[in-house]
């Protein structure tokens, strides 16, 4: 008979402080691709590289002043989930 082969769990403590140790990571991050893709459409309409540059800095604030605690809701969530399922390094309940 085949023996089933025991997972090694992670400790319950090293998995909450990887967690801690990803939410900057991960707010930093979806903060920087979301204010890439604001300014990017807000630029795309102006003739020059400076033009864009200034347009899409300002979208990009006026975007986090208007919609800030939505998209922090949304990376609340989407970090909750991806937290769940194990997606991020020494965040699985069995190691590999």
């Excluded at 893709?37 to 990009?60: D, L, M, N, P, R």
Aim: hydrophobic content about 50%; charged content about 15%; overall charge neutral.
């Amino acid at each position: 008979m085949e023996e089933e082969e025991q997972l090694e769990t992670r400790n319950p403590l090293i998995r909450g402080v990887a967690l801690i140790l990803w939410m900057p990571v991960f707010y930093i991050v979806t903060n920087m691709l979301v204010g890439a893709v604001v300014g990017g459409i807000a630029g795309s309409k102006t003739h020059t590289a400076e033009e864009g540059y200034a347009a899409g800095q300002q979208a990009s604030i006026a975007f986090f002043q208007h919609y800030g605690h939505i998209v922090l809701a949304v990376q609340g969530v989407v970090f909750l989930l991806l937290a769940i399922l194990g997606a991020f390094p020494g965040t699985r309940r069995y190691k590999k």
